[in-house]
């Protein structure tokens, strides 16, 4: 196969292909129903234009049959006028008008022959044909059904999948606050036992700090001493005064 070929069978197939995707099986199967109504219809046109015919034949045959019977009775008068030469004449006619009316029996025969034919074929296409519309109701029905069913079903995977997936964001919203709070109390480990340097703190670095803390608490010491002693001098002096007025008296 050369290659236009072999790009030619691609493309048809690929054709197909769309055509199956695009194809609305209840477009089909009323389309086809339409194509069985109208050959129905067709047959039903033949069965009436035989029936036509028939009739023609019929009308044909009955004149006929007048003709006959006049030209009968017209041999009759002639021969009883002595007229035998007029009797002849008129028995010949009617002997051809009988060959006419024997070849009209055998057309109507024919025709009523082929009209019983046509009935037949019109009740067996009539009844497929209605076979053939309650199967393709009952097969629209089902697809139409099945179609709905698939769009149900998609929605809920899409749904499924959305929910997945809002559940991923809040495993990892979650996980990034547990990390979060984690590292924040690490670092307040790290900031309490000097590890790791406090900017609030002016940029004190730990010794500063530890040294801050020995002033403070020297500061602190140095000041209760002199509460102490104040607070110890001033009861001496009370006692002294005491003792002073006690000699006097």
Do not use: C, W
């Amino acid at each position: 196969m050369s290659l236009i070929g072999r790009f030619l069978t691609i493309f048809k197939a690929k054709i197909s292909k769309l055509l199956d995707r695009a194809e609305d099986p209840r477009e089909t199967l009323d389309y086809s129903y339409e194509k069985q109504l109208e050959m129905l219809q067709q047959v039903r046109r033949g069965v009436a234009d035989v029936a036509t015919s028939k009739k023609r034949l019929e009308l044909q045959a009955n004149k006929l049959e007048q003709s006959i019977t006049k030209l009968d009775a017209q041999a009759r008068s002639a021969l009883s006028a002595g007229r035998e030469d007029l009797a002849r004449v008129a028995l010949e006619r009617k002997k051809g008008i009988q060959a006419q009316l024997q070849s009209l029996d055998e057309q109507r025969a024919t025709l009523q022959t082929e009209q019983d034919k046509l009935v037949s074929a019109e009740q067996r296409l009539t009844a497929k044909v209605e076979a053939f519309r309650t199967q393709k109701e009952t097969i629209k029905a089902q697809y139409s059904a099945a179609e709905a069913q698939t769009r149900i079903g998609e929605a809920v995977s899409g749904i499924s999948e959305e929910m997945t997936d809002i559940g991923m964001a809040m495993d990892r919203a979650h996980n990034k606050v547990e990390t979060m709070q984690a590292r924040a109390g690490a670092i307040d480990e790290l900031l309490e036992s000097g590890a790791l340097e406090d900017l609030t703190l002016g940029g004190q670095d730990s010794i500063d700090r530890e040294l801050a803390k020995v002033t403070a608490e020297a500061d602190v010491d140095a000041e209760l001493e002199a509460l102490k002693r104040e607070i110890g001098g001033g009861q001496s002096g009370e006692s002294l005064g005491s003792g002073e007025t006690g000699t006097a008296s």
